[in-house]
């Protein structure tokens, strides 16, 4: 029988085209990238029975499984079973058919850095959270890339996606714990913002500049500073990579909780839905933004939001980036 | 009211958790009660949970189960507090030391109540003047001693710092009653038969009788003070290299000295009120030799700028200078400061690397400049 492939079927399965015309290649989603280790077992089943005995590890934290016969689909997506049944439906996911694959690719997997389970740093537990946004937004046929990272120091490069999460610490001070020492305002001068001085020999923290890193607790000596158990994220939103413009994500929301965020996740979407160039295979977030316009992408996502504080909400986005088209700059 | 019981052997009762707190509530007409208190969420890290001290009002706020990352100290000694008022009129000083207010229930280990001891020599009998601060809390205190068990707390947890076997800590005296956390409630034996008066009617008469750590899980060889003041004098011990090693990997953030149960030294500053600039307060707080600014001088001289002779200082007071003014040592080998360095620096290993160079400039007459 000859070899009649839907390619837009074949591409919601996790399956691409490849440059050997014969072979395909397996997307692996691993949410929050970290997984039991016996899965890599099944990975590593997966490419040599089915594969060419190779796996790539691609920079959102997944597997690529390449070398897989197109003919053999039916028999990897059974094989996967033990993937989505150890790593998606405990998250919530639910799914039709467990024997038949991914049941979409477009939303990207959800990225992390390896969090508080083992970074001091880390705001929050990271893993756990990539899984509550899996639960919210796979599967999802539009494209869309998610990290979530645990502090500032942004390890998972959440600037470089269309929604990156950052751990907010909102730090509390027990001022009759500090003794002046300075540590906390020295380290938040030289790495951080500046934004602790002292007062009367007692360490003052500026609001207007804490970006909520939470090394004042680390450095603290006597555990003056410590972190409100409410966990809070930055939203940064619509950095991208690619041939047009790149560009590091811009601040969307300060002091978001966690269902700010999933509600901004899932709102975005509709949004997608009502602007997308249906004229393109595919077409980024970032640019549907800068079509359609951001007052109407804020809009869109802020449905059902309650914006009381401590959330605050940008009123423009500020982007750093550049355009590769030479004519918008050399006439 | 019970009657109060006959000799020692029949002291030991068992209480649930709701008889703990019937007893607590007795112990609060006449007492405030400190004992270990869970933060959740207020540890270092994120998701995790600080244990320090603070006031109880019932059982279930203890937490009888891990050793406190902060000590006991700052019950009698805290952090940072008001020494007096000031105006052009005059001083008021705090009512702290007008009134008598109710005694302090302070629930501590061994190592801790030796802690206090240190504390008391430096506060009350380190010359003429007593610290009215520091006394005026230290003659309302009543020890309850947290039982440590006889394979260290490690029955409890994670303790494997602890080294008050070494330094002779493990036992203690004074104390009124002894606690040791059970599945439903807490053992308690009454050391002091005139507690037998907050029992609870329903305190079950048993034959418990608290026992002490025997064994260190490292344990330390804890050098002679003579010795170590002939090796000073040799000057083996000052120039010894391994000090260096602590110039590089001290960071000098000084957890070790808030951490210490025995640690006492303050700094004193006046706060003037931005409205009223002649009014203000004289505050006093934790200081650390390990900080910076320990030792400024007017004129800009510090001394032991290099972390290495901070800690140096640290260990030669800790298990050499106090001993040789009060006959015993300053540190009582809970382990704090193990547990709460970020570097992991070990002052149960520091001690043991003086041991050995002590020991080295014993068998060769002290000219043995090189020893670790």
């Known amino acids: 029988m000859p070899r009649d492939i839907v390619r837009k079927k074949i591409t919601k399965n996790a399956y691409r085209i490849t440059s050997k015309r014969a072979e395909t290649c397996l997307r692996v989603r691993v949410p929050g990238g970290h997984l039991d280790a016996c899965l890599l077992d099944v990975v590593r089943s997966i490419a040599e029975r089915f594969g060419d005995g190779t796996v790539h590890l691609t920079t959102r934290q997944g597997f690529e499984i390449p070398g897989i016969p197109w003919e053999r689909m039916a028999e990897v997506n059974k094989a996967v079973r033990p993937l989505l049944e150890a790593l998606e439906v405990p998250l919530g996911v639910t799914f039709v058919d467990l024997d038949g694959g991914y049941p979409g690719a477009g939303t990207r997997n959800i990225s992390a850095c390896i969090g508080n389970r083992v970074c001091p740093f880390a705001n929050y537990d990271t893993t756990a959270l990539a899984g509550r946004i899996e639960a919210a937004v796979f599967p999802h046929d539009f494209h869309v890339k998610i990290a979530v990272t645990g502090c500032p120091n942004d390890c998972i490069k959440a600037h470089m996606q269309d929604f990156g999460i950052i751990g907010q610490a909102m730090v509390e001070q027990d001022a009759s714990r500090c003794i002046g020492c300075e540590a906390c305002a020295k380290n938040c001068l030289k790495r951080v913002t500046g934004a602790i001085s002292m007062k009367n020999n007692r360490a003052v923290r500026d609001p207007r500049r804490c970006i909520g890193c939470g090394e004042c607790v680390l450095v603290c000596p006597t555990g003056a500073w410590s972190r409100d158990p409410r966990k809070y994220f930055r939203m940064v939103i619509l950095g991208r990579t690619g041939k047009k413009n790149p560009r590091m994500a811009a601040t969307f929301l300060e002091w978001a909780d966690e269902e700010v965020v999933l509600t901004v996740l899932r709102n975005c979407y509709a949004f997608i839905d009502a602007h997308i160039d249906r004229s393109l295979p595919k077409e980024h977030l970032g640019y549907i933004v800068d079509r359609a316009g951001w007052p109407a992408f804020r809009e869109a996502v802020l449905q059902g939001v309650s914006l009381d504080p401590p959330l605050r909400v940008a009123e423009t986005l500020e982007f750093s980036g550049y355009f590769y088209e030479r004519d918008r700059v050399f006439r | ?372």
């Open chain 2, 1 to 372: 009211m019970r009657p109060m019981p006959g000799n020692a052997a029949e002291r030991g009762y068992a209480l649930s958790e709701v008889s703990c707190d019937a007893l607590l509530r007795e112990f609060r007409k006449d007492f405030r009660i400190f004992a270990p208190v869970r933060l959740e969420g207020r540890g270092r890290f994120s998701d995790t949970d600080m244990v320090r001290y603070g006031e109880i009002r019932n059982f279930r706020e203890m937490e009888l189960r891990e050793k406190s990352l902060f000590s006991p100290k700052e019950v009698l000694f805290p952090p940072s507090e008001t020494l007096f008022h000031f105006a052009e009129t005059g001083v008021r000083e705090p009512s702290l030391l007008r009134e008598d207010g109710k005694g302090l229930l302070v629930l501590l280990r061994a190592c801790d109540i030796a802690g206090v001891d240190r504390l008391d020599a430096i506060f009350l009998g380190n010359g003429p003047e007593k610290d009215p601060y520091y006394e005026a809390r230290r003659k309302r205190v009543v020890f309850a001693l947290i039982e440590c068990g006889p394979l260290g707390a490690s029955r409890s947890g994670s303790f494997g710092s602890c080294f008050c076997v070494s330094m002779g800590t493990n036992r203690a005296s004074g104390y009124a009653l002894v606690l040791r956390p059970e599945d439903d409630g807490l053992s308690l034996f009454l050391e002091d038969p005139a507690f037998a008066a907050y029992l609870p009617p329903d305190a079950v008469r048993t034959s418990y009788a608290p026992s002490f750590p025997l064994e260190d899980p490292f344990p330390v060889r804890v050098p002679d003070p003579g010795d170590m003041s002939r090796a000073v004098r040799e000057e083996s011990l000052f120039s010894a290299a391994f000090w260096k090693d602590y110039d590089s990997r001290c960071i000098a953030c000084g957890r070790c000295n808030t951490v210490c149960p025995t640690c006492s030294c303050f700094t004193t500053y006046d706060v003037t009120y931005e409205e009223n600039a002649s009014a203000g307060e004289r505050r006093r707080v934790w200081a650390g030799c390990h900080v910076d600014r320990f030792t400024d001088m007017a004129g800009g001289h510090r001394f032991r700028e290099k972390y290495g002779a901070r800690m140096r200082f640290k260990t030669m007071h800790k298990i050499h200078d106090f001993h040789l003014r009060f006959g015993r040592h300053m540190c009582v080998g809970c382990g704090r400061c193990d547990d709460a360095c970020p570097e992991y620096i070990s002052f149960a290993a520091c001690i043991d690397r003086v041991s050995r160079v002590v020991d080295a400039a014993a068998s060769t007459g002290g000219d043995d400049h090189d020893a670790r």
